[in-house]
């Protein structure tokens, strides 16, 4: 098979390194792809919005199927895109239409499908410019601290929790008159504060059967010990110890079934990835939020863990007989430290020679904001590389993914030492 990746960050170097070990896959393609993609298979100078370049590359290279990593094709529809076309509609696209993609392009409509089908989640409203004096008086009401939520797309920026009630008025009316997040911030959800710990299940779904992927928990501050600025992710571990069990099935049982159950029963065709976003409250799962796709850098520490072909997995998405497949999960532990660039998440500066990812000892380093140039991988990006550990156990894990990112330089490199320590 030839197979198409859409994207360019860690997410998309972890699915690269995982089906091009397929016997089932001939040819890979990344695109755009990172100066570490291309060990994999081909990069292809496309954006992931493209999709006329998409398509007509995709007939051109005999493309047998697509795998869309980012959320922003997804929410705009390259499925919709392919399936509309006479010539790419046989051609798979792993990924929800735009219609199912809403589940994360809008915070509104996926709490509105979590009410109607009794999943748990916190209790909120959604406020837009013209009813904003209705969500200050909602504010008075909601407990604190509250949680504000643009409804678009936002980079993962729109989400902010204020500790006060000023804070809170203030913020509301920068989002929806100030528009602080742009046209993503027009409509803005205001929701319960969960007290908890938060971990990520993935679930793969043909639109009728489905399997739950190694959960994992993420890292998002960038300090150690969790304070900070929110960043995109500055590690992951997997497995997640207080998942295990009899948490993990009322996560299957109470927001997983209901779900993929409820996207059918609403007519909302979905094949592809659903990322659930959960809270643990004192072992009672709480539903914070959906994403259309994989996380990152959640996919680099789920993917070592998968030991099952990942091709013939998505053929069972593509083909709707993903019940007849078999998912193996290795027992191991592993852990993503993130390389990031100098300033970041604030203002950084691109172009910086890499040096040492040859000596790297005991990890997989999936490459994510980086670009070659003149034979030298240089930095391309806030997040530049994702270093990933399987080991028999979350301390070995740590200890040699933490190692191995120490050995690794560029201008500014930085990294938490402490990702997982809070599960040690």
Known sequence: MNILIIGSGGRESAFAWKLSQSPKCSNLFIAPGNAGTGQYGTNVNLKVTDFEGIGNFALANAVDMVLVGPEEPLVKGIHDYFLADEQLKSIPVIGPQAE??????SKDFSKQFMFRHNIPTAASQTFTNDTLQDGIKYLATAGLPVVLKADGLA???????????EEAELELINMLQGAKFGEASSKVVIEQFLQGIELSVFVLTDGNSYKILPEAKDYKRIGEGDTGL????????SPVHFAAGDFLKKVEERIVIPTVEGLKKEGIPYKGFIFIGLMNCNGEPYTIEYNARMGDPETESVMMRIESDFVDLLLGVAEENLQTKT?????KTAATIMCVAGGYPGDYVNGKVITGIDNVRDSIVFQAGTALDNGDIKTAGGRVLAVTSLQENLFEALQHATADAARIYYDGVYFRRDIGFDLL
């Open 230 to 237: 929110n960043t995109g992710g500055m590690g992951s571990i």
């Open 155 to 165: 980079a993962g920026k729109g989400v902010l929790i204020c500790l006060t009630l």
């Open 327 to 331: 998912l193996t999960i290795s027992p």
């Open 100 to 105: 199912g993609a809403q589940l994360e392009g």
